[in-house]
T-cell receptor
Framework: NAGVTQTPKFQVLKTGQSMTLQCAQDMNHEYMSWYRQDPGMGLRLIHYSVGAGITDQGEVPNGYNVSRSTTEDFPLRLLSAAPSQTSVYFC????????????FGSGTRLTVV | GNSVTQMEGPVTLSEEAFLTINCTYTATGYPSLFWYVQYPGEGLQLLLK?????DKGSNKGFEATYRKETTSFHLEKGSVQVSDSAVYFCALSPPSGGSYIPTFGRGTSLIVHP
């Protein structure tokens, strides 16, 4: 099993550019989430989904969009990148029926210049 | 609301020393409790979990006991190794029927010297 796959691993953007961070899982997990991790801030929830076609905002959703058209994929879109969005982004998933904890991807390190 | 409080790091130990990382929580009902580990440059990995009071989770020599009376889930290891150097996150997941969103602590960095 591949688990949770995130692409790209590294990305540099210019201010104002848009891009999509990809996340795919092959475990048939209902729940998927996006977090950002900044020094001293821990993990902050951006958006989450409890199933295909259902998404909701987390703690820090501004500047980001998500959609969930399939169970497997949960892309995160940056609409107009800002330096404040420089961070490490993690996608995570878990089963909706049994709570064995979340499986995390290896992260995308994004720098906005 | 739910919250998780971890001791601040970094925690610096010599190899073979005893490790304790404190974690306390605030939640309604009976949440599930987790410890995750993050090695440099990687995502978080589930280390161990406990789903009800007095349960002990264990993995790779690490242990934590779900203490309802003190709302705690402290992580312990009897003899740490250099390879245990990482950031450790305590987390809670609400009971079934509640919010699906877990609450994470801010993480505690562990540095083990040879």
């Amino acid at each position: 099993n591949a688990g949770v796959t995130q692409t790209p691993k590294f990305q540099v953007l210019k201010t104002g550019q848009s891009m999509t961070l990809q996340c795919a899982q092959d475990m048939n997990h209902e729940y998927m989430s996006w977090y950002r991790q900044d020094p001293g801030m821990g993990l902050r929830l951006i958006h989450y989904s409890v199933g295909a076609g259902i998404t909701d905002q987390g703690e820090v959703p501004n500047g980001y969009n998500v959609s969930r058209s399939t169970t497997e994929d949960f892309p995160l879109r940056l609409l107009s990148a800002a330096p404040s969005q420089t961070s490490v982004y993690f996608c995570a998933s878990r089963s909706g029926t049994t709570n064995y904890g979340y499986t995390f991807g290896s992260g995308t390190r994004l720098t906005v210049v | 609301g739910n919250s998780v409080t971890q001791m601040e790091g970094p925690v610096t130990l010599s190899e073979e020393a005893f490790l304790t990382i404190n974690c306390t929580y605030t939640a309604t009902g009976y949440p599930s409790l987790f410890w995750y580990v993050q090695y440099p440059g990687e995502g978080l990995q589930l280390l161990l979990k406990a789903t009800k009071a007095d349960d002990k989770g264990s993995n790779k020599g690490f242990e934590a006991t779900y203490r309802k009376e003190t709302t705690s889930f402290h992580l312990e290891k009897g003899s740490v190794q250099v390879s245990d150097s990482a950031v450790y996150f305590c987390a809670l997941s609400p009971p079934s029927g509640g919010s699906y969103i877990p609450t994470f602590g801010r993480g505690t960095s562990l540095i083990v010297h040879p």
